[in-house]
């Protein structure tokens, strides 16, 4: 209940001596209960979706908003660096450096869809041969140079990979709480994914 949460932190609030910003103050509300009797504050204060941590978060979850954010900023960087004639290596180099590391933190998360991660992938080999035919497939290119390829990975599996890796570091940082329902959904979690990359 909102009123009773306002009224637990204006009690904090008294005793340390803080003051809430109501005008910095963003509201999500969860599932499609209404709210009835509202502060006057509140209402103009609820949003679709909020941003936390640098996530953007709505009613479902991950919001699509962070789609459309990442991949303005791999469009612009991979449009500045279009301008400039580069060899294969230069690009494969420049993709890794900056323009995968957008993706990182949202990936690790899991907040980014699978046409992310399609349209990503098209526009890297778009950018890397400098059209839209590619030369050398992705697959080929994902070898080792001793094997012919160039060494680069499938982002999507890179990222859900580090999904799992992050789930199965907090179970075993609570592998003596392991009863509580949390840390069984974690393992759940990570069952999943690790099947999906397997």
Not at 121 to 130: L, Q, T, V
């Amino acid at each position: 209940d909102i009123v009773e949460s306002e009224t637990i932190i204006n009690k904090f609030c008294e005793c340390s001596a803080s003051k809430i910003n109501y005008q910095k103050t963003e509201i999500l509300q969860l599932g499609t209960q209404q709210w009835n009797h509202l502060p006057t504050w509140v209402q103009p204060n609820i949003k679709k979706e909020i941003k936390l941590l640098g996530v953007f978060i709505d009613n479902n979850g991950f919001s699509q908003t962070n789609n459309q954010m990442i991949e303005n900023k791999y469009t612009q960087t991979i449009g500045l660096w279009s301008k400039l004639k580069l060899s294969i290596e230069a690009k494969l180099q420049i993709v890794k450096s900056w323009v995968i590391s957008k993706v990182w933190y949202h990936g690790k998360l899991g907040c980014l869809s699978k046409q992310f991660y399609k349209n990503l992938e098209k526009m890297i080999s778009n950018f890397i041969w400098n059209s839209t035919f590619n030369r050398v497939s992705r697959e080929v290119m994902r070898l080792n140079k001793n094997e012919g390829g160039m060494n680069t990975f499938n982002i999507e599996y890179k990222c859900k990979s580090m999904q799992v890796q992050f789930l199965l570091s907090a179970i075993n940082e609570h592998n003596q709480n392991n009863k509580q329902p949390w840390i069984k959904i974690l393992i759940n979690r990570a069952i999943e994914l690790k099947e999906k990359i397997s």
